[in-house]
């Protein structure tokens, strides 16, 4: 069994210390998530075991042999080539392998005698092309691909022709298609479709190999590990079970560490009391000391940011007609590419309809019409009596002006009752103490889509249109959405990949792909066990290493070692025979040099008899090496026969 084991990793940058101590062993077997706070170390811990940074000290030993692959969450930079070729540098593993056995062919053909060694090194080498799978890595990187989005005319186009998004799925193919000892995954469900991110959990289900994952997608944790180890304040600690479990396990706990974070405070607050009290006062001198250094000595009990609760509701939703969203014959395309064509529902007062699917499938697009951004289309969409829209896109974060600060652009649109909770709303969304006056223009990607969906979410609505409103979300504030979505009075339109999120809140789900939509209505878990289903087959199809190809390869290797072995044994027959002939005539020319010796006028003659013996001894010694030389052919031979297998 592989085995990984890290000890006393610790890491610091500057005066800030990120790593502290840590240690833990992986094997095989292992299906860990790493969770924490933004900016806890996660990446940091990735990087440093996958060798990608150094520690200030560590301890690591791994099986001899065995390889860790690493996905970073972001700059991910890939050479300008086609997708395929950028995926099959997985196999790049094998190159030492391939380069051998090129120079060992090219020594076979070329002298074609004494290589016995090199014809039984190509065999091996053959075996473990073929045990590895490297023979099929077509079959294998096309499965990958497609696993994750990809479509076979995708594979030629250059990789430079591909967003942000779809490079990270090219990297998550070529770091699957390594197939290594130990995988350690940051952020992998970024980008992914739910039926890529179904997929993806099957996959890592049947990996033979050690897991360790950053996700904030809650139910693709609970569906692929069992043990979680937090990352806070630099510290490891591991809960056994899946993230579900973990998160009840940590609320008990945070429950007893509020109650005492209560008691050290109120503690706190009595000490300082006391030193402000008789500061001054030089018969309380020592007890102020004795108070002033047990204050300093008080570790403060810290609640850690992920799984600190927050809280947000929506404004109050304005009444509307009880059918909100009517859709008849609707028909979109671009170009050639029929996106809709008759497809018509109604969405009634109060439904949360999820649209899920494939990417490319029109979830976006459809959004859009309903919002009315979009125009470009047949067919009839009309709101119901007294509807007012709220509309999140995916690249809401445009709106935002650079300029001004975070809370300046809240201010701006908030309702005079709403200034006082401003603070407490960005708090919600992960933006507190002074991050509230930075200017939008230095935000990041995420952190531009959390406020743009806050602005949004302040206008009162009663139909809130919302595309892919958790990206960017950790799981604690998708959890926060997920609840005031629950509490808001209105109707909702969501599209997303987020399958806890989708599965807490959907009355009925839109699910979209090439064979047209589909309505499934209410139950998640009947929608899931479909696309589970579909995905198995999808496996099966274009997937699964079909046995007779497989085999099929063998016997086309097997075919060609037979040829080979065949060719080279009828050659040693050949040499084998000239060579019993060679001896059998140095034989005859010894036994004649031999009775020439005997005779009287030859060794009674000291130069007659000196050169005849001369003679003799030097064909007895090319009779030697010519011996030697049938038996090293002869047991080649015999090596040869009995590996046939014809």
Not at 603 to 612: L, R
Request: net charge negative; charged share 35%; with cysteine.
């Amino acid at each position: 069994m592989n085995n990984l084991q890290i000890s006393d990793l610790s890491l610091s940058f500057g005066e800030r210390r990120i790593l502290s101590n840590i240690s833990f062993s992986m094997n095989e077997r292992t299906r860990a998530a790493l969770a924490g706070a933004n900016g806890c170390g996660k990446s940091t811990l990735f990087k440093v075991i996958s060798g990608q940074l150094e520690a200030d000290s560590l301890n690591i030993s791994i099986t001899k042999g065995a390889r860790i692959s690493y996905l970073p969450q972001s700059d991910i930079v890939l050479a300008s080539e086609t997708v395929y070729e950028a995926v099959e540098r997985g196999y790049d593993r094998f190159l030492p392998l391939l380069e051998e056995l090129g120079k060992l062919e090219e020594k076979v053909a070329k002298e074609g005698k004494n290589v016995s060694y090199e014809l039984d090194r190509i065999g091996e080498i053959h075996d473990s092309l073929v045990e590895n799978g490297y023979y099929d890595r077509a079959s294998r990187i096309g499965t990958i691909l497609m696993g994750l989005g990809f479509r076979e005319k995708d594979f030629g186009a250059s990789t430079d022709t591909f967003s942000g998004g779809w490079q990270m799925r090219i990297a998550l193919a070529r770091i699957l298609v390594e197939n290594p000892d130990f995988l350690l995954l940051d952020e992998p469900t970024n980008y992914l479709d739910i039926e890529a991110l179904t997929w993806l959990e099957e996959y890592l289900k049947s990996f033979h190999g050690g897991i360790m994952l950053v996700s904030h997608d809650q139910s693709f944790l609970d569906e692929t590990i069992d043990e979680v180890y937090e990352l806070n304040n630099g510290k490891l600690r591991n809960y056994q079970g899946n993230y579900t479990k973990y998160v009840r396990t940590r609320e008990e706990e945070i429950k007893a560490l509020e109650a005492e974070y209560r008691r050290q405070q109120e503690e706190i607050h009595r000490t300082e009391e006391f030193i402000e009290r008789f500061r001054y006062k030089a018969t309380k001198a020592k007890q102020v000391q004795s108070r002033i250094k047990a204050l300093e000595k008080i570790e403060e009990i810290e609640i850690p940011a992920h799984l600190k609760k927050v809280s947000f509701s929506f404004p109050e939703a304005p009444r509307s007609g009880n059918d909100v969203m009517i859709v008849e014959n609707l028909f979109k395309a671009y170009d050639s590419n029929v996106i809709y064509d008759g497809f018509s529902f109604i969405v009634n007062k109060g439904e949360r309809l999820a649209i899920t699917g494939r990417n490319g499938t029109g979830k976006s697009t459809l959004l859009r019409i309903l919002a009315g951004k979009d125009d470009d289309y047949r067919g009839t969409v009309r709101d119901g009596a007294g509807v007012k829209k709220g509309y999140f896109a995916q690249d809401a974060e445009h709106t935002l002006d650079p300029e001004k600060d975070i809370i300046g652009e809240l201010e701006e649109i908030a309702d005079t009752k709403d200034i006082p909770k401003l603070r407490n709303m960005l708090g919600a969304f992960l933006f507190s103490n002074d991050d509230i006056y930075k200017k939008c223009g230095v935000l990041s990607g995420g952190e531009k889509s959390r406020l743009s969906l806050l602005k949004m979410l302040m206008h009162p609505a009663n139909l809130l249109l919302l595309d892919e409103p958790t990206n960017h979300l950790d799981i604690n504030t998708k959890e926060m959405l997920l609840e005031a979505i629950k509490d808001y009075g209105g109707t909702v339109i969501f599209v997303s990949h987020d399958k806890h999120f989708i599965s807490n809140l959907a009355t009925r789900i839109l699910y979209l792909s090439e064979d047209g939509p589909e309505f499934f209505q209410g139950d998640f878990e009947y929608f899931n066990y479909k696309l589970k289903e579909k995905e198995e087959r999808f496996i099966l199809e274009t997937t699964a290493e079909k046995k007779e190809d497989v085999e099929k390869k063998k016997r086309s290797i097997d075919r060609d070692d037979r040829k080979q072995r065949k060719n080279r044994i009828k050659s040693l027959e050949r040499e084998i025979d000239k060579l019993e002939q060679e001896i059998d005539d140095i034989d005859a020319l010894i036994s004649a040099l031999e009775a020439e010796s005997m005779k009287e006028e030859v060794y009674s003659d000291p130069a007659k008899i000196t050169k005849v013996l001369l003679e003799k001894a030097e064909k007895e010694k090319q009779r030697d090496e010519m011996e030697l030389l049938w038996m090293q052919k002869s047991e080649e031979m015999e090596r040869l026969e009995d590996g046939k297998d014809c």
